[in-house]
């Protein structure tokens, strides 16, 4: 069986692995070794040919990452990281979805998003948001924005 859930928090179970990863470099070498894989997506969206529609966004991210330059590290004091669920955004418990509720019944019922954000300061003035993460099987895995890839 695949397990999408956890046994403890799964706030804390991110925020204790995220926390070390509190640099814009350290970041986006995470994210580069931590893409989903196409057997990832078959976990998590309902028919196997939208997660072919998936990974071709994954695919497309991944070779544009690689081929920008980083650009100058920063260290970020706070990690902070949110998270929900498909139920959580079908009763309306989070606005934060960016596009989700549009594809909402692609997903599995089962499926938690991540969202991990480098901040400055409580305010978020400054740093950058790392849209969306899962924990699929104990492995952290990105999955960018997964509405891009069925816009039409």
């Not at 305010?123 to 960018?144: C, L, P």
């Amino acid at each position: 069986m695949i397990s999408l859930t956890f046994q403890t928090d799964p706030k804390e179970k991110a925020q204790a692995y995220f926390d070390k990863y509190n640099s814009k470099n350290k970041m986006n070498e995470l994210i580069l070794k931590s893409f989903a894989t196409l057997e990832d997506a078959k976990k998590i969206f309902v028919k196997p040919e939208d997660a072919v529609v998936f990974m071709k966004l994954m695919a497309a991210t991944e070779k544009k990452m690689k081929e920008e330059p980083v650009g100058e590290d920063a260290v970020y004091p706070i990690v902070d990281i949110n998270t929900f669920t498909i139920k959580d955004i079908k009763e309306e418990k989070t606005n934060y979805n960016l596009g989700l509720l549009e594809i909402l019944h692609k997903f599995k019922p089962t499926v938690r998003f991540f969202t991990v954000k480098l901040m400055t300061d409580n305010m978020f003035e400054r740093g950058y948001s790392y849209i969306y993460w899962m924990n699929i099987n104990n492995k952290w895995v990105f999955v960018s924005r997964p509405n891009l890839a069925f816009r039409k």
